[in-house]
């Protein structure tokens, strides 16, 4: 396993990040500490979940999981680097009750202590912001950031999901207390059929010293030979990646993809992890393995090395928007 630090602190984390986000929901308790060990093992120090992960009735269920896996010792809790977030409400049923849910300080207090409870674990690495919360002032958020960080409850803040001015606005708010050192992570929906991080996200990241987390690298199985799969009756698409394939013209440049890759002899899904892992400003793509085989695919990516001609190819298939602002403006 490659390692990197996470943005401008001295933090080492792995260049993948297991995310966690099926354990429980499509993964049961056994495979899921079974992959969990496994991807120790490989060298995978950096885990992510959040405290709606379990989904439904069964929020909070995957951080369960989790915590179940660190109390059988052996050194799991010290090798981690833990991440979870929070924002939505963990109520089962209904509207949320007042306070229950976004980033008041309140909620923020509420949400850690919960999170701890369910992972077993006395703090957590990386606290991170699920959502923007429009409603609540950083001066807030920070207040109670800080508070955590001196109980020892929390190390670092992340974010997920902002838009590059919030970026901004966390840290410069954070810069003006003084005694907070800000955002260190943010969490983006990015990969090769999903650029418009590229125009704002990761500059604002870049510029502030965030490490960039890339979710759904895939794109939702898209970019993973979903149409070769669909030929070989295998798994067929659902979600977002149905729904684009629904359209001729994405069709044919998911086919063009897959028709490019099986001419250098690479798996499609591997390739996409390791183009993400090419991107400037990119800490590592978070994979969600269902099963160990799928863990194992996504370690091949670490080591694969894409030639220039291979990632001009991929960006006439997969053109980003440009540099900002000379993208969208002269």
């Known amino acids: 396993m490659k390692y990197t630090q996470l943005g401008r602190t001295g933090l080492k984390v792995s260049r993948l990040v297991l995310g966690t986000m099926n354990f429980g929901p499509q993964t049961n308790e056994p495979d899921s500490h079974a992959i969990m060990d496994a991807a120790l093992d490989a060298g995978i120090n950096y885990f992510d979940t959040a405290n709606v992960y379990g989904w439904g009735e069964n929020k909070g269920r995957t951080e369960e999981i989790i915590g179940t896996w660190f109390a059988e010792g ?28 976004k980033l008041s300080a309140l909620n923020i207090r509420r949400a850690v202590d919960a999170s701890l409870k369910r992972l077993q674990t006395d703090y957590i690495d990386i606290y991170q912001f699920h959502h923007v919360d429009r409603a609540t002032p950083f001066e807030e958020i920070w207040q109670a950031i800080d508070v955590l960080v001196q109980q020892g409850k929390i190390l670092y803040a992340g974010s997920s999901n902002f838009p590059g001015y919030k970026i901004a606005q966390a840290n410069e708010i954070a810069a003006r207390r003084g005694n907070t050192i800000g955002l260190v992570s943010e969490q983006c929906l990015y990969n090769l059929a999903e650029r418009r991080a590229e125009m704002e996200v990761i500059p604002a990241a870049q510029e502030y010293g965030l490490g960039v987390i890339p979710w759904s690298p895939l794109q939702g199985g898209l970019l ?49 992890l390791a183009w993400l892992l090419t991107r400037p400003g990119v800490t590592g793509p978070i994979v969600g393995p269902r099963t160990a085989e799928q863990l194992t695919s996504a370690l091949r990516a670490v080591e694969l090395e894409l030639s220039g001609e291979l990632l001009s190819s991929l960006d006439e298939i997969f053109p980003g928007p440009g540099p900002s602002p000379e993208a969208f403006a002269w």
């Open 224 to 272: 993973g030979g979903v149409i070769k799969k669909e030929i070989q009756g295998g798994r067929r698409a659902s979600g977002r990646a149905a729904d684009t394939l629904a359209d001729p013209t994405s069709r044919a440049q998911i086919q063009a993809y897959e028709d490019l890759l099986e001419k250098h002899g690479i798996e499609p899904g591997e390739a996409a």
């Open 74 to 101: 052996g050194e799991r809790r010290d090798k981690t680097v833990l991440a979870t977030k929070m924002y939505g409400n963990m109520g089962t049923e209904g509207d949320p009750w007042p306070n229950h849910d």
